[in-house]
């Protein structure tokens, strides 16, 4: 019936991208604009006495050096704002920034950028999550009065009863620690005042609406008086969902009514933007002598770093799957996120719930291990099912596919895993791993939630072609393409004569951010609904025919404040997946041999497109797993750089991906499409540390799973 | 400042230059040449691969002085004609990008690969792209388009889409 749902179309936008015509933000920088060159504090926690831009401002070239006192509203912050645009009074870590040298050239504002002088008065650095909840720590944002940003029990039953008369109980406590986005194209743009008066910002990120929200609070001034535009997106993975370059390029703009441009340099960009949260698990879990888990009990705490962004909702996830995707009677997590002066930590593809699963999926393990029952055969007594109740005692979403998801990675792992193969030498231990996974799709506790399109289909007598406006971001993940095919299914007319308005606030409605796995399923569905209406108002004689649609899915609600009931999301993705990797048991290190990633995607759109998501999460979650350790000492980034933070190559990937799609339908995304981006990071980082343990009979707590932390593992085992 | 004279995609150019300028920052800047890409500081990311004197050179570690005399094709030199390179035919036909900002260097450095080796095998071709980061495809797809050019420039048919299974077998061989 369908002719494109499916299909495996090749990506418009690839034309630009392989001529190398695509622009991206820092393609834009013409001849005559003004550069911007942000003065970092490069500091963790200080008072600012003095700032003295005299010297800076007398260097041939500079224009202007804007300080706190130039911005009209000096707060910004997805959740809440407790971030500065510029620090004047006191600086939090060590990317906060105090000053913006603006020259005509760039040399001209890197050169004054080192004049400007700040006197600082140092104050204690607060670098370690659990010593900065002490109540008598010293306070990071003062007027708050705690340290505690955020703090959310979960209670479901009796955990304390049901741990006190369970047969068997494991304790554990697990660390995880950040990761950098390292989308390959640094934050860039340029912004100028239109001939409306209005001020643009050419740029990247994951949500044109938002960014012109903050943006206009900034200024105070209307947001129709903000235009974000999106340049070619060079990758973002929940890294743009934070204002970065984006405020101040509009303040600048703004201030000197000019053409200003910023490019940052790698270094920039890592000390520049958030990172995924460091989070630690201290947890015990109950089970039956027969395997059925009575009681889960949890105490989690996310490293906020400096500012707010998204820890409280980060921490609601990593709470909620603090139990995994397991249905479990009785629940007692108490999470935390906690201000420090280290890097803020926000938005990263899996929000929390890869955290979360590295001590859910690793516990049930170890669960088993004990109960001396197989650890597959303890999932499936314990997995969600249809109608199972979540730890906030209502019951899942429908749709619960995560037993499908665990039975069809068992079947590729018989037929691509093989237990027998000898290993080339003594020191070279093959081991398996399999873990289960779930990841809330869009937004979650109450959070607004909404996807806006129009569609409009013009011709005579038939219809010739139509535009599309959804302000949805191509981030690389190819939502264009995949709006562009559900518009083309919809109306029945051709791919090619659909028209996509997607990267201008001011053209194209709020289709929400480019996170939570989201796009495909909700601006897919208001892409779907309004061109069906537009199809309608088609039939209907009207001429353009024109339909906007503002798609909401189910309501979720906050956590009661009383019994922590709730319903916390409307819609979830599962997963399953396996591993095999050879550990060296004589250097630590670890090789991914074969990688099977299950994923129930409801329908895929675009299968090429699907089976790119997973490979490329894939190789995103060994570097999580393995690799990518990004290291902080009392507050100072030791890895700005590639050189220091290391990335998988295509040699470190030489690994056999087999990407499993299962299409078990989700009533609310269109043509049954649920989301899917992000959960090949949810389950894997723990599936290798069941495959090193199946290796080497060694437990890794602590993430990432680096030569060094492996080879002690084996040695205590050992010893 | 120093006067160079560099033919780029087939174009002379003669330009003053300070002694201190990056190669990537002449295409840049001077050329307007901004499909090769600067995504790392330190050498590390090779989305500013660009082919010099008929080798793959990563241009952010080229002094534009050193290139005087030389000749340099970049991403925008590689269609010829109006007509796509089977490079850029492949990461299109096989969905070798995602965002595609390490795209211009995978293929400026898998063209300087495929003008020595024409038939490389899995391996090869992952130690040719070893100098190139891509952190959203996770490289299956490089090395598909990579293996759908090197077929196609020795005149064979490209695998088709779905023997997708055959590669994955060789893989773990």
């Given at each position: 019936?369908?002719?494109?749902?499916?299909?495996?179309?090749?990506?418009?936008?690839?034309?630009?991208?392989?001529?190398?015509?695509?622009?991206?933000?820092?393609?834009?920088?013409?001849?005559?604009?003004?550069?911007?060159?942000?003065?970092?504090?490069?500091?963790?926690?200080?008072?600012?006495?003095?700032?003295?831009?005299?010297?800076?401002?007398?260097?041939?070239?500079?224009?202007?050096?804007?300080?706190?006192?130039?911005?009209?509203?000096?707060?910004?912050?997805?959740?809440?704002?407790?971030?500065?645009?510029?620090?004047?009074?006191?600086?939090?870590?060590?990317?906060?920034?105090?000053?913006?040298?603006?020259?005509?050239?760039?040399?001209?504002?890197?050169?004054?950028?080192?004049?400007?002088?700040?006197?600082?008065?140092?104050?204690?650095?607060?670098?370690?999550?659990?010593?900065?909840?002490?109540?008598?720590?010293?306070?990071?944002?003062?007027?708050?009065?705690?340290?505690?940003?955020?703090?959310?029990?979960?209670?479901?039953?009796?955990?304390?009863?049901?741990?006190?008369?369970?047969?068997?109980?494991?304790?554990?406590?697990?660390?995880?620690?950040?990761?950098?986005?390292?989308?390959?194209?640094?934050?860039?743009?340029?912004?100028?005042?239109?001939?409306?008066?209005?001020?643009?910002?050419?740029?990247?990120?994951?949500?044109?609406?938002?960014?012109?929200?903050?943006?206009?609070?900034?200024?105070?001034?209307?947001?129709?008086?903000?235009?974000?535009?999106?340049?070619?997106?060079?990758?973002?993975?929940?890294?743009?969902?934070?204002?970065?370059?984006?405020?101040?390029?509009?303040?600048?703009?703004?201030?000197?009514?000019?053409?200003?441009?910023?490019?940052?340099?790698?270094?920039?960009?890592?000390?520049?933007?958030?990172?995924?949260?460091?989070?630690?698990?201290?947890?015990?879990?109950?089970?039956?002598?027969?395997?059925?888990?009575?009681?889960?009990?949890?105490?989690?705490?996310?490293?906020?770093?400096?500012?707010?962004?998204?820890?409280?909702?980060?921490?609601?996830?990593?709470?909620?799957?603090?139990?995994?995707?397991?249905?479990?009677?009785?629940?007692?997590?108490?999470?935390?996120?906690?201000?420090?002066?280290?890097?803020?930590?926000?938005?990263?593809?899996?929000?929390?719930?890869?955290?979360?699963?590295?001590?859910?999926?690793?516990?049930?393990?170890?669960?088993?291990?004990?109960?001396?029952?197989?650890?597959?055969?303890?999932?499936?007594?314990?997995?969600?099912?249809?109608?199972?109740?979540?730890?906030?005692?209502?019951?899942?979403?429908?749709?619960?596919?995560?037993?499908?998801?665990?039975?069809?990675?068992?079947?590729?792992?018989?037929?691509?895993?093989?237990?027998?193969?000898?290993?080339?030498?003594?020191?070279?231990?093959?081991?398996?791993?399999?873990?289960?996974?779930?990841?809330?799709?869009?937004?979650?506790?109450?959070?607004?939630?909404?996807?806006?399109?129009?569609?409009?289909?013009?011709?005579?007598?038939?219809?010739?072609?139509?535009?599309?406006?959804?302000?949805?971001?191509?981030?690389?993940?190819?939502?264009?393409?995949?709006?562009?095919?559900?518009?083309?299914?919809?109306?029945?007319?051709?791919?090619?004569?659909?028209?996509?308005?997607?990267?201008?606030?001011?053209?194209?409605?709020?289709?929400?951010?480019?996170?939570?796995?989201?796009?495909?399923?909700?601006?897919?569905?208001?892409?779907?609904?309004?061109?069906?209406?537009?199809?309608?108002?088609?039939?209907?004689?009207?001429?353009?025919?024109?339909?906007?649609?503002?798609?909401?899915?189910?309501?979720?609600?906050?956590?009661?404040?009383?019994?922590?009931?709730?319903?916390?999301?409307?819609?979830?993705?599962?997963?399953?997946?396996?591993?095999?990797?050879?550990?060296?048991?004589?250097?630590?290190?670890?090789?991914?041999?074969?990688?099977?990633?299950?994923?129930?995607?409801?329908?895929?759109?675009?299968?090429?497109?699907?089976?790119?998501?997973?490979?490329?999460?894939?190789?995103?979650?060994?570097?999580?797993?393995?690799?990518?350790?990004?290291?902080?000492?009392?507050?100072?980034?030791?890895?700005?750089?590639?050189?220091?933070?290391?990335?998988?190559?295509?040699?470190?990937?030489?690994?056999?991906?087999?990407?499993?799609?299962?299409?078990?339908?989700?009533?609310?995304?269109?043509?049954?499409?649920?989301?899917?981006?992000?959960?090949?990071?949810?389950?894997?980082?723990?599936?290798?540390?069941?495959?090193?343990?199946?290796?080497?009979?060694?437990?890794?707590?602590?993430?990432?799973?680096?030569?060094?932390?492996?080879?002690?593992?084996?040695?205590?085992?050992?010893? | 400042?120093?006067?160079?004279?560099?033919?780029?995609?087939?174009?002379?150019?003669?330009?003053?230059?300070?002694?201190?300028?990056?190669?990537?920052?002449?295409?840049?800047?001077?050329?307007?040449?901004?499909?090769?890409?600067?995504?790392?500081?330190?050498?590390?990311?090779?989305?500013?691969?660009?082919?010099?004197?008929?080798?793959?050179?990563?241009?952010?570690?080229?002094?534009?002085?050193?290139?005087?005399?030389?000749?340099?094709?970049?991403?925008?030199?590689?269609?010829?004609?109006?007509?796509?390179?089977?490079?850029?035919?492949?990461?299109?036909?096989?969905?070798?990008?995602?965002?595609?900002?390490?795209?211009?260097?995978?293929?400026?450095?898998?063209?300087?690969?495929?003008?020595?080796?024409?038939?490389?095998?899995?391996?090869?071709?992952?130690?040719?792209?070893?100098?190139?980061?891509?952190?959203?495809t996770g490289y299956e797809n490089i090395v598909r388009a990579v293996q759908y050019a090197a077929a196609k420039m020795r005149n064979e048919e490209p695998a088709p889409i779905g023997a997708k299974e055959q590669v994955v077998e060789s893989v773990g061989s």
């Amino acid at each position: 019936m369908s002719t494109l749902i499916g299909e495996s179309i090749a990506r418009p936008d690839a034309f630009g991208k392989v001529t190398g015509q695509a622009r991206y933000p820092g393609d834009l920088v013409q001849a005559g604009m003004l550069h911007l060159k942000v003065v970092f504090a490069r500091r963790p926690h200080a008072r600012i006495r003095a700032i003295d831009s005299s010297a800076a401002l007398a260097y041939p070239g500079v224009v202007a050096v804007l300080t706190a006192n130039d911005i009209p509203y000096n707060a910004f912050g997805l959740i809440e704002h407790d971030q500065p645009v510029i620090c004047g009074d006191v600086v939090r870590f060590e990317g906060d920034k105090v000053a913006v040298v603006i020259a005509e050239s760039q040399e001209a504002a890197e050169a004054a950028s080192k004049l400007v002088t700040v006197i600082y008065e140092d104050l204690p650095v607060l670098s370690d999550p659990r010593a900065t909840m002490a109540s008598d720590a010293p306070l990071i944002h003062p007027e708050r009065g705690s340290n505690i940003l955020f703090e959310q029990p979960i209670r479901k039953g009796d955990a304390a009863r049901a741990l006190d008369e369970a047969d068997v109980v494991v304790e554990g406590e697990f660390h995880t620690s950040w990761q950098e986005h390292a989308f390959l194209q640094p934050e860039a743009g340029i912004a100028y005042i239109d001939e409306h008066g209005r001020v643009v910002v050419e740029t990247a990120g994951q949500w044109l609406h938002e960014d012109r929200k903050q943006i206009a609070q900034m200024l105070q001034i209307p947001e129709e008086q903000v235009v974000v535009r999106y340049a070619s997106i060079g990758g973002a993975f929940g890294g743009r969902e934070d204002l970065s370059v984006q405020h101040i390029l509009a303040l600048a703009a703004w201030k000197l009514k000019r053409k200003v441009a910023l490019i940052w340099d790698r270094e920039e960009s890592m000390i520049g933007h958030h990172k995924r949260h460091p989070i630690s698990f201290r947890c015990r879990w109950g089970a039956t002598r027969d395997g059925k888990i009575t009681a889960v009990e949890c105490e989690v705490i996310a490293d906020s770093g400096a500012y707010a962004s998204t820890s409280a909702e980060v921490s609601k996830v990593a709470a909620l799957f603090a139990s995994g995707c397991y249905e479990v009677p009785n629940i007692d997590v108490r999470a935390y996120a906690v201000y420090t002066n280290n890097i803020p930590s926000g938005a990263f593809r899996g929000f929390g719930a890869p955290q979360a699963h590295f001590a859910s999926e690793i516990m049930i393990n170890r669960l088993a291990e004990k109960l001396q029952i197989d650890p597959i055969e303890l999932r499936r007594i314990n997995l969600y099912r249809e109608g199972s109740i979540e730890p906030t005692q209502n019951r899942l979403p429908p749709g619960v596919s995560v037993r499908e998801c665990l039975e069809a990675c068992l079947q590729e792992v018989a037929q691509r895993f093989d237990r027998t193969a000898p290993s080339s030498a003594s020191h070279l231990k093959r081991g398996i791993g399999i873990a289960c996974g779930i990841k809330n799709l869009g937004y979650s506790f109450g959070y607004p939630e909404q996807s806006t399109a129009t569609v409009e289909i013009f011709g005579g007598a038939t219809m010739d072609h139509a535009h599309v406006r959804a302000g949805a971001a191509e981030v690389g993940q190819g939502t264009h393409l995949i709006l562009r095919q559900i518009a083309s299914e919809v109306l029945g007319i051709p791919f090619e004569k659909i028209s996509m308005i997607t990267d201008d606030s001011s053209e194209a409605p709020n289709a929400g951010s480019a996170s939570a796995s989201r796009l495909t399923l909700m601006a897919g569905r208001a892409v779907h609904d309004a061109a069906l209406a537009a199809k309608q108002a088609w039939e209907a004689e009207e001429r353009p025919a024109k339909a906007t649609v503002q798609f909401r899915p189910p309501a979720t609600t906050p956590f009661d404040p009383v019994t922590t009931a709730g319903t916390p999301n409307y819609a979830y993705g599962y997963t399953a997946q396996a591993v095999e990797v050879e550990v060296n048991t004589l250097t630590g290190q670890v090789r991914v041999l074969k990688v099977i990633s299950v994923h129930d995607v409801g329908r895929a759109i675009n299968r090429q497109q699907v089976e790119g998501q997973i490979e490329g999460c894939v190789a995103q979650a060994i570097g999580y797993a393995l690799m990518e350790h990004f290291q902080m000492r009392d507050g100072r980034i030791l890895t700005p750089h590639f050189s220091s933070y290391l990335l998988p190559t295509a040699l470190d990937m030489d690994v056999e991906i087999t990407p499993v799609i299962l299409e078990l339908a989700d009533t609310n995304g269109p043509f049954g499409a649920r989301g899917m981006a992000e959960m090949p990071l949810v389950a894997l980082a723990p599936a290798i540390a069941i495959a090193i343990h199946d290796a080497t009979g060694a437990w890794l707590n602590q993430q990432p799973m680096t030569p060094e932390r492996v080879l002690k593992a084996i040695q205590e085992q050992s010893a | 400042m120093t006067k160079i004279t560099v033919k780029v995609n087939g174009k002379e150019y003669t330009s003053e230059v300070e002694g201190r300028t990056l190669l990537v920052h002449f295409l840049r800047d001077q050329l307007g040449l901004t499909g090769t890409h600067i995504g790392c500081d330190t050498s590390q990311c090779g989305a500013c691969v660009v082919v010099m004197n008929g080798d793959s050179v990563k241009s952010c570690t080229v002094l534009a002085v050193q290139a005087n005399g030389a000749e340099i094709k970049t991403v925008e030199g590689l269609a010829e004609d109006g007509k796509l390179h089977p490079l850029q035919e492949g990461f299109w036909e096989r969905h070798g990008l995602q965002c595609g900002f390490c795209t211009p260097g995978m293929l400026m450095s898998a063209y300087d690969l495929l003008q020595k080796n024409p038939n490389p095998s899995e391996e090869e071709i992952r130690h040719g792209l070893e100098g190139n980061l891509c952190r959203c495809t996770g490289y299956e797809n490089i090395v598909r388009a990579v293996q759908y050019a090197a077929a196609k420039m020795r005149n064979e048919e490209p695998a088709p889409i779905g023997a997708k299974e055959q590669v994955v077998e060789s893989v773990g061989s």
